[in-house]
């Protein structure tokens, strides 16, 4: 069964460190998402991906974000300077078209990071 | 901004019982609803979704939607320990987010 993928399994940085978080969504979905749950707390939003471009960006993913494809399976998440409020567990989702009322999002596993 | 509110539990039942989870949303246009499953350290998986008044049948899940009163609901037949988890309830936002609730932990004791 496909499935989305994300390394590593848990990441720990020094803060204002730069991190990056590396997905590989499902080869035929369109739609790249990053979401994040800090422990305890509920699954946010941070940014959707099409087409080569964001699509839409949450609140929380301000100018120390940054997401790209760089090639033709990887997306991939940027922390520029790390923050200890940043950890949370980080979550990559892919679905094939925009999500509609019977769309399902795969998660990845998820990308622990913790910053000291 | 829509908002979806769940009741965080525990709630704790019985194996072989009935689990009844219950969510309430804010956007009355709201037009489907989500119901996922996480394990403690993994990822949000699927359940199953419902964007019909009524309810929507899937072995032991049923989900159940009054859009009246904007709640939907997931019933849990014959409840087993390995359905022991934080069941999250979501709804597509305005452009491509999935907006998700906080979860209500089921604790199933066998």
């Known amino acids: 069964e496909p499935e989305v993928t994300q390394t590593p399994s848990h990441q720990v940085t020094q803060m204002g460190q730069e991190v990056i978080l590396r997905c590989v969504p499902i080869?035929?979905?369109?739609?790249f998402y990053w979401y994040r749950q800090i422990l305890g707390q509920k699954v946010e939003f941070l940014v959707s991906?099409?087409?080569?471009?964001?699509?839409?960006k949450s609140e929380i993913f301000d100018d120390q974000f940054s997401v790209e494809r760089p090639d033709g399976s990887n997306f991939t998440l940027k922390i520029r300077s790390t923050k200890l409020e940043d950890s949370a567990m980080y979550f990559c989702?892919?679905?094939?078209?925009?999500?509609?009322?019977?769309?399902?999002?795969?998660f990845g596993q998820g990308t622990r990071l913790t910053v000291v | 901004q829509k908002e979806v509110e769940q009741n965080s539990g525990p709630l704790s039942v019985p194996e072989g019982a009935i689990a009844s989870l219950n969510c309430t949303y804010s956007?009355?246009?709201?037009?489907?609803f989500f119901w996922y499953r996480q394990y403690s350290g993994k990822s949000p998986e699927l359940i199953m979704f419902?964007?019909?008044?009524g309810d929507k049948e899937d072995g032991r899940f049923t989900a159940q939607l009054n859009k009246a009163s904007q709640y939907v609901s997931l019933l849990i037949r014959d409840s087993q320990p390995s359905d022991s988890a934080t069941y999250l309830c979501?709804?597509?936002?305005?452009?491509?987010?999935?907006?998700f609730g906080k979860g209500t932990t089921l604790s199933v004791s066998s």
């Open positions: 989702a892919s679905t094939p078209t925009r999500i509609t009322v019977n769309t399902e999002a795969f």
């Open positions: 080869s035929n979905h369109l739609y």
């Open positions: 991906f099409y087409n080569n471009e964001i699509s839409e």
């Open positions: 956007d009355r246009g709201s037009q489907s």
């Open positions: 419902i964007y019909s008044n």
């Open positions: 979501a709804v597509p936002g305005a452009g491509t987010a999935l907006i």
